[in-house]
T-cell receptor, first 117, second 115 residues
Framework: AQKVTQAQTEISVVEKEDVTLDCVYE???????LFWYKQPPSGELVFLIR??????QNEISGRYSWNFQKSTSSFNFTITASQVVDSAVYFC??????????????FGTGTLLAVQP | DGGITQSPKYLFRKEGQNVTLSCEQNLNHDAMYWYRQDPGQGLRLIYY???????QKGDIAEGYSVSREKKESFPLTVTSAQKNPTAFYLCASSIWRGLNTGELFFGEGSRLTVL
């Protein structure tokens, strides 16, 4: 069965701390996509990254970095030197195992990150 | 600016009433989606549409209906048959790339409360 698990329900850190959000997935597909979205208090989900299953290179974008490891079925997200503006709910998502017939995504339950000043 | 507009942002409904949530996009995207978000449960797919005049049920379609008469519009009706309609509803759209799964673009959501 396809599933995305975000075991951390809530994380609280103090500004400038580094924080890692965990994501573990299950899929029967050999080709799949993984995503991270940010949901600030305004409500809309903001796309952060998409990763193809064949590309295991880690990615860095400013203070954000992602570690994709197929061996452990994990796609973790690290924020370096966190800021108050990083406070949000973060969702990890996996593409549906339908060979790409749709763009349906399976979402994890989200991790609420609170960055204290 | 290009984007997805959902309305209303907040909506209150009495039990037994149908209510329609609006979703409009000007991104020229082919595919549109409706998700429901409940605390601690993430996002669950209600309906999706890949082309005009066609739509498919998602994981929790019971008690909901949709239409896709225009490319830019995908309204969701929450009917009185929906047992627990109080939730946050998110509309999304994406480019249709066939075998490549593209990212979803989301609206700001509509919060429905049943009194």
């Amino acid at each position: 069965a396809q599933k995305v698990t975000q075991a951390q329900t809530e994380i609280s850190v103090v500004e400038k701390e580094d924080v890692t959000l965990d994501c573990v997935y299950e899929t029967r597909d050999t080709t799949y996509y993984l995503f991270w979205y940010k949901q600030p208090p305004s409500g809309e989900l903001v796309f952060l990254i998409r990763r193809n299953s064949f590309d295991e290179q880690n990615e860095i974008s400013g203070r954000y970095s992602w570690n994709f490891q197929k061996s452990t079925s994990s796609f973790n997200f690290t924020i370096t030197a966190s800021q108050v503006v990083d406070s949000a709910v973060y969702f990890c998502a996996l593409s549906e195992a339908d060979g790409g017939a749709t763009n349906k995504l399976i979402f994890g339950t989200g991790t609420l990150l609170a960055v204290q000043p | 600016d290009g984007g997805i507009t959902q309305s209303p942002k907040y909506l209150f409904r009495k039990e037994g009433q149908n209510v329609t949530l609006s979703c409009e996009q000007n991104l020229n995207h082919d595919a549109m989606y409706w998700y429901r978000q409940d605390p601690g449960q993430g996002l669950r797919l209600i309906y999706y549409s890949q082309i005009v005049n066609d739509f498919q049920k998602g994981d929790i379609a019971e008690g909901y209906s949709v239409s896709r008469e225009k490319k830019e519009s995908f309204p969701l009706t929450v009917t009185s048959a929906q047992k627990n309609p109080t939730a946050f509803y998110l509309c999304a759209s994406s480019i249709w790339r066939g075998l490549n799964t593209g990212e979803l673009f989301f609206g700001e959501g509509s919060r429905l409360t049943v009194l």
